[in-house]
């Protein structure tokens, strides 16, 4: 199992959550964060914003469904044909177990 992480634009996760069902991947979380990337903020002006508001998404899948989750998220995040700075990243982290707290039981 992988636990998939994707920080995109808010503006973003409606639609992405929404194919996401739509491919047969209803299961997410979704937070509310502030961050920076590669870019370490946005200068208007003489100001400098490093707290840019985005939204995780957390998803945890099968092994074999992780291109179909990627590519769902990736498509959608993206700003245009081209992509642009701010667009987000994903990240993939192994999961070893997963129990469900109403019955105990060991299962994704």
Sequence with gaps: MLMIKAIVRPEKTNQILAELNDAGFPAV?????????????VMIGDVVYDEIPKEMLVIVVNDEDKEDVISVI??????GEKGAFG????????????????SGKKEL
């Design 74 to 79: 990736g498509k959608v995040a993206k700003t």
């Design 29 to 41: 979380t979704k937070i509310d964060v502030v961050g920076r990337g590669k870019q370490k903020g």
């Design 87 to 102: 667009d987000g990243k994903i990240f993939v982290i192994p999961v070893e177990e997963v129990y469900t707290i109403s």
